[in-house]
C-alpha cells in the first residue's frame, strides 16, 4: 500500500476564503489578541474557526464542551452543502509567504500504519520531535466525534532532486485551479492545483520511489540498517499523533477487511521538501511565566553556555535548555510554555514575572540522518518558519 496517496478531498464553497481559512490550532497560544481578531475577521462566515479549538482557549470556559461543538458544526455544514468534493486527487499549494517567497507543496493522504510517534517502531513515517503526551487527549476527543478532519500538519520527504514537486509544479498551467486568495492577517497567499490523471499517476510514482530501500542507503549510509525514514513529520506532530491515537482505538472494532479502508485510517497532510529554499527552520524558544525573577540573569549566565555551544548538535541544545527551565521553575514557581518568533519570546519574556530563554539558529541539512541514528528530538526542538508562515486549515477530508 502506498506511504502517501491521493483521496477524496473537500473544500467549501464559501465567497470568503479568507475567513474560511484560518491558521493551526497550535499557534499564538500566549496572544489572545490574535485568535480575537480571527474571531472578527470569520464573525457569521462559515469558517474552519469553527472547526477546531485554538490552543490559547485549551484553558479557558471555551474549551468546556468543545469537542461537540466543533462535531455538531461539521455535521451542520455538511448538511448545508457547505462543501464540494474534489475525487480521488492531490492538491498541489504554492504559498507566498509574508516576506514573499514561494513554498510549494502537496496535499495528500497517510497511511498512518506506516507512521510512529512513539520512538518504538522504525516506520517509513516518523516524528522528528517528541511527543508532549498531555497535549494528545484534547485533540483525540474531537477526532472521535468529528466526521472531518482538517491537516495543519507538514509532512518533509528529503526529495534532493525535486522529484515530486516539481512534476506538478511544470503541469500547472494544464491543471484545475481550485483556490487562489489572501490567507487573513497577515498570512500571505495561498493557490492550489487539482492533481488528477496523467499528472496524479506521475506524482504517485515518484512519491513511491522515495521510500526505495537502495535509495535510502546511498543518502543515509550505515543509518539506513535502522529502517527506512522516508518521510518525518514537520509541524503538526500532535495532530498526527491524535489521528494515530484514534486510529489505533477505531482499528480493534473492525473486522480484518474493513481496517485496509477505513477512512480513520488515513490523514490528510501536506508534503514538503526539506530542501525547499523558501523553508525555513526556526527555534522553538522557552518563556517562563508566573515565576521568581529575581535570581534569573544570575542562573541564566552561568547557563546558557549549555545550549549556545556550536560544538553541540540540535538536540543536545533543546535538551539543556529545557532541563534548565525545568530546574529554574522548580525553585521559583512558574510554568513553561514553547513560543514561535523571537521577537515575541523576548516581548512576553519582558513582562513583569516572566523570563525568556531563546534558543539559536537551526540548521535543517542532515535532520533526516539525525532522526534515523538517534531518534526523535527533544520536545519543541525547532519550528518550521515564523508564526504566520505555519499553515492555515483549509481543505477537509471525511473520516467517518
Known amino acids: 500500500m502506498h506511504i502517501i496517496t491521493s483521496t477524496d478531498i473537500l473544500l467549501p464553497r464559501a465567497e470568503d476564503m479568507s475567513a474560511w481559512s484560518v491558521i493551526a490550532c497550535d499557534q499564538f497560544t500566549a496572544e489572545p489578541d490574535y485568535w480575537a481578531a480571527a474571531e472578527m475577521r470569520a464573525a457569521e462566515k462559515p469558517s474552519t474557526l469553527s472547526l477546531m479549538l ?35 486527487s492531490f492538491i498541489y499549494v504554492e504559498r507566498i509567504l509574508p516576506d514573499g517567497r514561494v513554498r510549494r507543496g502537496l496535499v495528500a493522504a497517510l497511511d498512518l500504519e506506516q507512521y510512529d510517534f512513539t520512538g518504538t517502531q522504525h516506520t517509513s513515517v516518523r516524528s522528528t520531535e517528541g511527543t508532549v503526551e498531555e497535549r494528545l487527549p484534547p485533540r483525540v476527543n474531537i477526532r472521535r466525534g468529528a466526521p472531518l478532519e482538517m491537516p495543519h500538519t507538514l509532512l518533509l520527504m528529503d526529495d534532493r532532486t525535486d522529484s515530486v514537486l516539481s512534476l506538478a509544479e511544470k503541469a500547472k498551467d494544464t491543471l484545475e485551479k481550485v483556490y487562489d486568495f489572501d490567507l487573513m492577517l497577515g498570512g500571505g497567499h495561498i493557490t492550489g492545483w487539482r492533481v488528477s490523471g496523467e499528472t496524479k499517476a506521475a506524482v504517485q510514482a515518484a512519491l513511491d520511489a522515495l521510500d526505495n ?188
Open 213 to 400: 530501500a537502495a535509495l535510502q542507503r546511498k543518502k543515509y549510509g550505515d543509518a539506513a540498517e535502522n529502517g527506512r525514514l522516508t518521510f518525518a513529520v514537520g509541524d503538526g506532530n500532535h495532530s498526527l499523533a491524535a489521528a494515530k491515537r484514534f486510529w489505533e482505538e477505531k482499528r480493534e472494532t473492525l473486522p480484518p477487511n474493513e481496517r485496509q479502508t477505513d477512512p480513520a485510517r488515513f490523514a490528510l497532510v501536506e508534503v514538503e521538501n526539506i530542501h525547499e529554499p523558501s523553508l525555513d527552520f526556526e527555534p522553538i524558544h522557552r518563556v517562563l511565566f508566573d515565576t521568581d525573577t529575581s535570581d534569573f540573569a544570575r542562573s541564566l549566565a552561568a547557563h546558557r553556555a549549555e545550549w549556545e555551544a556550536k560544538d553541540k548538535t540540535l538536540g543536545e541544545r533543546v535538551a539543556a535548555a529545557e532541563s534548565f527551565c525545568r530546574a529554574y521553575i522548580a525553585g521559583h514557581g512558574g510554568t513553561i510554555d514553547y513560543i514561535h518568533g523571537g521577537d515575541t519570546a523576548r516581548s512576553l519574556g519582558e513582562k513583569p514575572n516572566c523570563a525568556a530563554v531563546l534558543l539559536p539558529p537551526v540548521e535543517k541539512n542532515g535532520l533526516f540522518l539525525s532522526v534515523l541514528k538517534n531518534g526523535a528530538l527533544p520536545k519543541k526542538s525547532f519550528s518550521m518558519g515564523n508564526a504566520r508562515d505555519k499553515r492555515y486549515y483549509l481543505e477537509c477530508r471525511k473520516i467517518l
Open 54 to 88: 485554538p490552543e490559547a482557549w485549551l484553558h479557558t470556559a471555551r474549551a468546556e464542551g468543545a469537542d461537540r461543538r466543533i462535531a455538531d458544526t461539521m455535521r451542520r455544514y455538511l448538511a448545508e452543502g457547505v462543501f464540494q468534493t474534489i475525487p480521488d
